[in-house]
């Protein structure tokens, strides 16, 4: 089954008092009809790196599990509790490429819905431009299985398996 459900669908028992009576309160939140707790949906945040050789080519990595197993994907991924986005995207490139960022700067925030589990989590993906101390080193690991480096004008958005990834390489070229 391949359903894709928001939490205001999904999520029926209050986390605070375990009632069933935890239903949608506003469009971004659930109130619990027993003891009146409020549990507010948000955002999630995520990281991607723009990481260029010196081609100018862009680094793609290949997703290793789904969502979007096999397609293209720009590496980064979920920020941990109690990290900045900087740290998170420093922790996520050392794990998933086994490459040191020495630099990064902002490029801006992009939306996007990822299904895990049936289940949607919309995200919203803080996207730095990278450079790293060299590609020696460079070997996949974690959720990647494979890598190209890639002009982002070349690449057909059929290629890539998220929406936010798409709208960054359109963004990017």
Same mark, same amino acid.
């Given at each position: 089954?391949?359903?894709?459900?928001?939490?205001?669908?999904?999520?029926?028992?209050?986390? #605070? @008092?375990? /009632?069933? +009576? *935890?239903?949608?309160?506003?469009?971004? &939140?659930? #109130? @619990?009809? /027993?003891? +009146? *707790?409020?549990?507010?949906?948000?955002? &999630?945040?995520?990281?991607?790196?723009?990481?260029?050789?010196?081609?100018?080519?862009?680094?793609?990595?290949?997703?290793?599990?789904?969502?979007?197993?096999?397609?293209?994907?720009?590496?980064?991924?979920?920020?941990?509790?109690?990290?900045?986005?900087?740290?998170?995207?420093?922790?996520?490139?050392?794990?998933?490429?086994?490459?040191?960022?020495?630099?990064?700067?902002?490029?801006?925030?992009?939306?996007?819905?990822?299904?895990?589990?049936?289940?949607?989590?919309?995200?919203?993906?803080?996207?730095?431009?990278?450079?790293?101390?060299?590609?020696?080193?460079?070997?996949?690991?974690?959720?990647?299985?494979?890598?190209?480096?890639?002009?982002?004008?070349?690449?057909?958005?059929?290629?890539?398996?998220?929406?936010?990834?798409?709208?960054?390489?359109?963004?990017?070229?």
């Amino acid at each position: 089954m391949n359903c894709e459900h928001s939490p205001l669908e999904v999520f029926r028992y209050c986390p #605070k @008092c375990g /009632s069933p +009576g *935890f239903t949608p309160d506003t469009e971004k &939140s659930l #109130k @619990c009809e /027993s003891c +009146g *707790f409020r549990y507010f949906i948000n955002m &999630s945040a995520s990281v991607a790196a723009i990481i260029r050789n010196k081609k100018n080519e862009v680094l793609f990595t290949l997703r290793k599990h789904n969502p979007a197993a096999g397609m293209l994907d720009l590496p980064g991924g979920f920020v941990d509790l109690g990290e900045t986005a900087e740290e998170a995207l420093v922790r996520e490139i050392k794990e998933e490429l086994n490459l040191n960022i020495n630099k990064l700067d902002y490029v801006g925030t992009f939306t996007n819905k990822y299904i895990y589990g049936e289940f949607e989590y919309q995200t919203l993906d803080l996207v730095f431009n990278c450079i790293v101390d060299s590609f020696s080193e460079l070997q996949v690991a974690d959720d990647v299985s494979g890598y190209v480096f890639r002009d982002p004008a070349s690449v057909d958005t059929s290629e890539i398996g998220l929406d936010s990834i798409k709208k960054i390489v359109d963004y990017i070229h």
